[in-house]
């Protein structure tokens, strides 16, 4: 049975990947594993995973993280404005969701 639970990081907030060492912006929030069938081992799955929007030496490019394999990066500074207007939809709230999805 799969269990919720809270996501640790937000839509906007910047992380770094703990084993590959890149930084990126979170751009999804799954509150369990949603990706193919065949990985994560059934241990990873029932935590929040992420869509996230990786900065790379040559480009961005998305990875599907796992909430326990990111962290905080303290070391880049939060999106600005119009970098949240490029990425995500913001409602009256404040709320972000990412542009390729409508709001709930």
Do not use: C
């Amino acid at each position: 049975m799969t269990r919720f639970r809270n996501a640790k990081f937000a839509l906007g907030q910047i992380v770094r990947h703990r084993d590959a060492e890149f930084q990126g912006v979170v751009i999804d929030v799954d509150p369990a594993y949603a990706g193919p069938a065949d990985a994560p081992g059934p241990d990873l799955r029932d935590q929040p995973f992420y869509r996230v929007l990786a900065i790379g030496e040559d480009a961005g490019f998305l990875i599907y993280a796992a909430e326990t394999v990111l962290e905080h990066e303290t070391g880049l500074s939060p999106l600005s404005a119009s970098d949240h207007a490029e990425w995500f939809n913001v409602d009256a709230l404040g709320r972000l969701a990412p542009r390729s999805q409508p709001m709930h």
